[in-house]
């Protein structure tokens, strides 16, 4: 990665057409700058949005695409009652107290309002997933597009866009800021494939492009128990925007924050969605043996699979999950490239993980009761509805770092805060450009977190920007 610049000036370069001055500048074609872009069309704000690949895909294309919101139109057309006070408890139970609570109220209570305003203004068509809860809901609020893929996500908010006629410029990678002495930026300059630098001026910039996953040198330094760990998040996610705030003087929040997953598909290198689990599926080690409680979370399961003999799992499901799995298209992928292997019998089974056939046959069999124990790594806590039977299916995962989770320090309406916690005059961020809703350790993540903040704080920041710039403060 190229560092990325801070250039200070009262204004931009010569070279720069009077034309090219947009009023909201969006750096990051994700989930959290589309939506930003929309909500900035709906506000009659003009803006413009500077993504760095061909097509906008990013961490959020990665994921599952299933977005938790309380009180959405979809929600209450399935009888389900909710409310953002419920959702910003069940957050900060999960991070147990660490979740930077002025980010878990405003988000849990923006997220409803968003999902319908992109329903009712721009198309995107929601249901909310049924028959299984996520680790630390409680209540089904996980929403997800036709397509139950974080792909399909993208195409929704990349159609929106382009039928609202907002500017999205691809191929474009920012290298500076341009600020000037009152720590205001004034625009950005971006990288063309040609290598030529093309700059465009601004009255408020909003950082959407994602976290430091795939920095190796900020892993290490900001997150070091995963500095070997699998990257299984998007190239994107460079550190760029934590680079520009450091040189700025902002402050980060939370940088030992983040999403693990502990069902990562290997060799296919695929997402297996952890509703297996939740449904009565299980992990075992190369041993044959549990090593901790499914339901706590796919996130902390990331380290407890990465400690085991190899840093591998196997998850280990029957017919009546592999039948959910099959509602999912990305499971329907990964078991077309070979990731599902079906046993008849539990020798069988044994044979394909490679274990001791009597130390799996006791696992299996230990799944019908939980001990009482209390330490909530440990797999006896866990009682099972009922055991699996044969036929079985197995995948063999292991634990990735999927995208992190702290960043620059934003307030409630996402502005970039300073060293003293004063927000920059026209500097904003969100999603995984900034601090989530996780707190500051893996086991902070609720399942959705990360699309919680991408989309919600897509939302606060676009009213924020259109505020400053139709009403500047100086």
């Known amino acids: 990665m190229s560092t990325p610049r801070i250039c200070h000036a009262e204004h931009m370069p010569g070279t720069v057409a009077q034309d090219a001055h947009v009023p909201v500048l969006i750096v990051g074609g994700g989930a959290c700058g589309l939506t930003a872009a929309l909500m900035l ?16 895909l990013g961490s959020s294309a990665l994921s599952s695409g299933f977005i938790p919101a309380p009180g959405t139109q979809a929600q209450r057309a399935a009888g389900i009652d909710d409310s953002p006070e419920r959702f910003a408890a069940d957050i900060s139970a999960k991070a147990k107290g660490r979740a930077a609570p002025h980010l878990a109220q405003a988000y849990a209570k923006a997220i409803g309002p968003a999902m319908d305003a992109l329903e009712a203004r721009h198309g995107l068509q929601w249901q909310v997933l049924d028959g299984f809860l996520y680790p630390g809901h409680s209540v089904r609020r996980m929403h997800a597009t036709p397509e139950k893929t974080g792909v399909g996500l993208m195409g929704r908010l990349v159609n929106a866009v382009t039928a609202a006629d907002i500017p999205l410029i691809t191929e474009a990678t920012v290298r500076e800021l341009w600020v000037n002495a009152r720590q205001r930026v004034i625009g ?4 063309r494939p040609d290598g030529t630098l093309e700059h465009l001026a601004c009255d408020a910039l909003i950082l959407a492009c994602n976290g430091f996953g795939g ?6 330094e900001l997150l070091p128990e995963m500095r070997d760990a699998l990257f299984a998040g998007h190239t994107g ?4 925007a934590i680079a ?6 902002a402050r980060l929040a939370d940088p030992g924050g983040y999403q693990g997953h502990g069902s990562w598909a290997i060799p296919q290198g695929a997402l297996i969605s952890w509703a297996l689990m939740m449904e009565g599926g299980v992990q075992v080690n190369a041993l044959g043996e549990r090593f901790h409680d499914e339901t706590q979370g796919y ?10 003999p190899g840093g591998v799992a196997w998850n280990v499901f029957d017919a009546p ?4 799995a099959r509602t999912f298209p990305d499971f329907v992928d990964a078991e077309a490239a070979g990731a599902v292997k ?12 490679g274990c001791e056939e009597s130390k799996l046959i006791a696992t299996l069999a230990s799944m019908t009761s939980a001990s009482g124990q209390k330490d909530p790594k440990s797999a006896e806590t866990r009682l099972f509805q009922r055991p699996l039977q044969a036929p079985y299916c197995a995948v063999k995962v292991t634990g990735a770092l999927f995208h992190t989770q702290g960043g620059l320090d934003i307030d409630a309406h996402c502005r970039v805060l300073d060293a003293n916690g004063q927000p920059f005059p026209n500097l904003l961020a969100a999603g995984g450009a900034a601090r989530g809703v996780s707190g500051d350790a893996v086991w902070g993540y609720l399942s959705g977190n990360g699309l919680l903040s991408a989309v919600a704080g897509g939302f606060i920041a676009a009213h924020k920007a259109a505020e400053l710039v139709t009403h500047p403060e100086d």
Do not use: F, K
Not at 47 to 56: G, H, I, K, Q, S
Not at 244 to 249: E, I, K, P, R, V
Not at 299 to 308: G, N, W
């Open 188 to 191: 950005v300059g971006y990288e």
């Open 299 to 308: 996130s902390e399961a990331s380290v407890h699979v990465l400690a085991q």
């Open 321 to 324: 999950i592999l039948a959910l």
């Open 215 to 220: 920095n190796p040198a900020m892993v290490r």
């Open 342 to 353: 079906h046993c008849d019998s539990v020798q069988a089974l044994a044979a394909t993980i």
């Open 244 to 249: 520009w705030g450091q040189a700025l003087g």
């Open 237 to 240: 996610n460079d550190g760029s």
């Open 41 to 56: 069309h709906d506000a009659g704000v003009d803006c413009a949005v500077l993504e760095r690949d061909a097509t906008p």
